[in-house]
């Protein structure tokens, strides 16, 4: 393996565990807790979060790490073989379905409607308690699942790779 893929990988794991831990915070803390602001409180923070999330550093990483994962899991099919190989391709792929797919086939679309409603109609009162709380959250949590899996297959992979490599020298 070139000393390229060696950088490109371990950056990969770092990045996928840090977006894997911005997921989990949403999860975990931060969607209960504007759940909880009762009103419209919740629903008027999460309209901002979604606008300000496009301007920062994790866009740049998340959408950074879709091109990525496109090199890992290719390199994984076609520039490797065996078991490391199956790891560092499920890496790339896992990150592909699991978060970046999920963001835009179900995070999005939830995001651009709650965008859309007016924060003081019950209307969008209920969407926010009964759909897009209990959804948005799930599917979030199913991101941070793929992020996490995504590092650890990767890192598994990495070690295969380096195990095999000091074995055969």
């Given amino acids: 393996m070139s000393i390229a893929f060696f950088f490109l990988f371990q950056f990969a794991i770092l990045a996928y565990a840090l977006l894997g831990g911005v997921f989990l915070a949403f999860s975990d803390f931060i969607m209960r807790s504007l759940a909880m ?59 592909l379905v699991g978060c970046f797919g999920v963001t835009v086939f179900f995070n999005v679309p939830m995001n651009e409607a709650l965008a859309g409603m007016d924060i003081s109609s019950g209307t969008t009162r209920d969407y926010w308690a009964q759909t897009y709380v209990p959804r948005w959250t799930f599917w979030n949590s199913v991101r941070t699942t793929a992020c996490a899996a995504s590092a650890a297959l990767l890192l598994f992979g990495l070690l295969w790779m380096t195990q095999s490599q000091t074995q055969s020298a």
């Fill in 37 to 95: 602001t009762g009103g419209h409180g919740g629903i008027e923070a999460m309209q901002v979060i979604n606008r300000e999330v496009f301007r920062w550093v994790f866009m740049a990483l998340f959408l950074g790490m879709a091109a990525a994962s496109l090199i890992v899991a290719g390199y994984g099919a076609f520039g490797l073989s065996g078991p490391a190989g199956t790891l560092v391709m499920m890496a790339g792929l896992v990150y």
